[in-house]
């Protein structure tokens, strides 16, 4: 049996209306009741002067207050296990004149007190009046809340596939406990206070979650009421309980969320406990917007505006290439630049990206040449379409000798302003007035030439007698100048005549053909002169050998020089052979063995037969791939062909400028990768690592702005280290 805790007796008169009672509850008194024992004695002392009265009969009021009321139960002892008397509870009065009984009190909800009291009738007589009092809980030490600590800082990542979406994350758990050891807390809640902060739009309701010893604690915020506090979220004297905090639908950003743990009656001053939470989006989004950056930086930079240049690069060399004309015939430098525009063109297909200065500096570089050929060719046109036949020949020799003084490689300023100035003398040729002086500044020491071999040669008294007449006109015209277009053309085609039967002089058959009555015509001339040059050139053919370029270094793309000679020096230095034969090349090309590049790409060199024609025992001839070369050449006059086999044949590699870009379309990809790398490191140490909160769009603004900066800077770099102190590209073979 519990021991009993019982209300001190206290012993107060109390008057009756016909007896009087004495009860240990003074009217108007609080009885405060312990929660553990909710039980009042009560003790009667009939002070009256019936003796005949031996019982009296007792009934309770109803105890209550404005929130709540109880009833009282009468038991006969506060031994405890008694049932609830039926009220009016009858008692009998010992021989002291006394009876004890007990008030058992329900479990008060409230702290007030509740006012009430008890009704005494004595036998069968009218009750007295009552006898009020009030009862309450018993006071008792309050409780006591504590956190283990007061402050704590959360980092929560943002993983990378919820980048577009919020986040629900776990932040810490606080120990909350009960420290007087005397009372329990109940009815635990928490409030924050103005000091809350967190990004637009987050509910502390919603975003906020809590678990009271690992059970979900549902609305932790709403108040319990007084009148029943809640048991579930309760703490025993000297216990304690994990609370678990986790946030919800979380967005990059600072939260500061104060939280106060309060109970009814507690003292909470050290259950305080602020969570400090940093939302930041992973490190892999951070490295994706830089990298984008990048990206981005260089396909506008680099592949939009590389491929623009290369548009505009093809555009220029189709412009450059029309202006080589169908009239030049193939010299070294019609062919150099063609091979240059070539390379240029197949270049650009594969290096567009980081090759476009070096290749417009090859482009450049033609530019003077192009310009020279450009000119040439409208000379050579404009004369054609003005002189005769003879004289057109005449100066269409003249032109050739002179570009050909270019080469394969780009002029100098020198030779540049001296070929120039040689081509701008036939312009002349053009202006009726100026004709005659420049025709003759051009052919006169050709007379000169053929007069000093005839004073020197000693011609025979029938040679003499022969070509006097027109070794007259020969001289004549050397003591006097030609003023007028017709003498002019006059004197050059009695020179044309004279330099034939001189060079025909030791060939009696020829000679008396040219000297035939009727004099046979110029034209006719010229036809008999040739066809015995052809003769001796077919019976001289065993001797006609090619003349290949050096079998070593030989690269795609570099003009190599062909030609065919003959054993015979006459026919060498003929007429014909220089200027009337034509000879068709054949170069066929075939593609080495494949290299590990070509396998993979499943690409490789194709064949190409190569059908140049030259009114000369010469070519200048170019291959756009690498492999090995068989040359041929056929030479045809008058419907009659000889043709001179194929020699050694030429191995021919890959052309070195290949090789040169792609090393600097290599560096140009390490350089991207450094600057990526860089901008990583410093991108991320700034914008990302020093905010803990990083995630709102300025954040990602900043990181896009210094990853394309930071590429934009490495093309600033590199601009200069490709430019001289003067403001000039540098590049050109």
């Not at 003005?386 to 057109?392: C, E, N």
């Not at 036809?527 to 690269?555: F, V």
Request: with cysteine; hydrophobic share 40%; glycine share 6%.
């Amino acid at each position: 049996m519990r021991p009993l805790h019982l209300v001190p007796l206290i012993l107060v008169s109390a008057a009756a209306s016909a007896q009087n009672f004495t009860l240990n509850i003074a009217e108007g008194m609080n009885v405060a009741v312990p929660e553990d024992r909710r039980l009042i004695p009560v003790l009667v002392i009939y002070n009256g002067n019936d003796s005949a009265l031996k019982s009296f009969k007792v009934a309770t009021l109803l105890f209550g207050n404005d929130l709540d009321s109880v009833h009282l139960n009468i038991l006969r002892t506060c031994g405890g296990g008694g049932k609830a008397e039926v009220e009016p509870a009858s008692f009998d009065l010992l021989d002291t004149r006394t009876a004890e009984f007990c008030l058992e009190v329900p479990k008060l909800n409230t702290d007030g007190k509740y006012s009430g009291g008890l009704m005494i009738f004595p036998g069968n007589q009218q009750s007295e009046s009552a006898k009020k009092f009030s009862i309450s809980r018993a006071t008792s030490p309050p409780a006591t809340l504590a956190t283990d600590r007061q402050v704590t800082i959360v980092e929560v990542v943002r993983p990378l596939y919820k980048l577009l979406r919020t986040v629900d994350a776990p932040l810490d758990t606080v120990v909350l406990g009960e420290k007087s050891g005397k009372s329990a807390a109940r009815g635990i809640s928490i409030q924050t206070d103005s000091s809350l902060k967190a990004p637009a739009g987050f509910d502390l309701r919603t975003g906020l979650s809590l678990k009271w010893d690992g059970t979900d604690w549902p609305d932790p915020l709403s108040t319990p009421t007084a009148v029943a506090p809640s048991s579930a979220h309760s703490i025993e004297p000297s216990k304690q309980v994990a609370v678990g905090i986790s946030g919800n639908g979380l967005r990059p950003g600072e939260y500061v969320i104060p939280i106060h743990f309060q109970a009814p009656g507690a003292s909470t001053d050290n259950a305080k406990f602020t969570i400090t939470v940093h939302v930041r989006d992973s490190v892999y989004a951070a490295i994706a917007a830089l990298v984008f950056a990048l990206l981005i930086s260089f396909v506008i930079t680099k592949i939009l505006s590389g491929k623009r240049r290369r548009v505009a690069l093809l555009r220029e060399i189709r412009a450059l290439r029309l202006s080589q004309g169908t009239t030049l015939p193939p010299s070294p430098a019609v062919v150099s630049v063609e091979a240059v525009l070539h390379l240029a063109e197949r270049l650009s297909s594969r290096f567009w990206l980081s090759g476009a200065d070096d290749i417009e500096a090859l482009v450049n570089g033609v530019k003077n040449t192009v310009g020279i050929l450009a000119e040439a060719r409208e000379l050579r046109a404009g004369l054609q379409s003005r002189l005769p036949a003879l004289m057109f020949d005449r100066a269409a020799d003249e032109i050739d000798r002179i570009v050909s003084e270019i080469g394969m490689e780009p002029p100098d300023d020198v030779l540049l302003a001296r070929v120039k100035k040689e081509l701008d003398t036939f312009r002349d040729w053009l202006q009726p007035a100026a004709f005659p002086g420049a025709v003759w500044t051009v052919i006169q020491p050709s007379l000169q030439t053929l007069k000093r071999e005839i004073d020197q040669g000693g011609a025979g008294e029938n040679l003499q007698r022969t070509i006097q007449p027109l070794r007259d006109k020969l001289n004549q015209a050397l003591t006097t100048a030609p003023s007028d277009r017709d003498a002019v053309e006059r004197a050059y085609r009695n020179y044309a005549r004279l330099r034939i039967l001189w060079d025909c002089r030791s060939d009696n058959e020829t000679f008396q053909k040219l000297t035939a009555t009727p004099e046979p015509s110029l034209e006719e001339c010229f036809r008999l002169t040739d066809a015995n040059a052809w003769e001796r050139l077919r019976k001289s053919q065993s001797g006609l050998r090619p003349i290949m370029p050096s079998s070593s270094g030989l690269e795609a793309f570099e003009p190599l020089p062909f030609s065919v000679t003959c054993a015979d020096p006459t026919v060498n230095s003929s007429y014909l052979f220089r200027h009337r034969v034509q000879y068709s090349w054949q170069f066929k090309l075939k593609p080495g063995k494949a290299k590990l590049r070509e396998r993979l790409a499943r690409k490789r060199p194709s064949s190409a037969l190569l059908t140049p024609l030259t009114m000369g025992p010469a070519v200048v001839q170019y291959f756009p791939n690498r492999g090995i070369v068989h040359a041929a050449v056929t030479l045809s006059y008058a419907g009659s062909s000889i043709d001179v086999p194929a020699q050694t044949a030429l191995e021919i590699g890959d052309s070195s400028d290949f090789g040169v870009l792609q090393a600097f379309e290599g560096q140009e990809y390490v350089a991207w990768l450094i600057a990526g790398a860089v901008a990583l490191a410093t991108g991320l140490s700034i914008y990302y690592y020093k905010n803990p909160t990083f995630g709102a769009p300025q954040d990602y603004l900043a990181l896009l702005l210094w990853g394309a900066g930071m590429d934009q800077g490495k093309n600033f770099l590199q601009a200069l280290a490709t430019t001289d102190p003067t403001g000039t590209a540098q590049g050109g073979r």
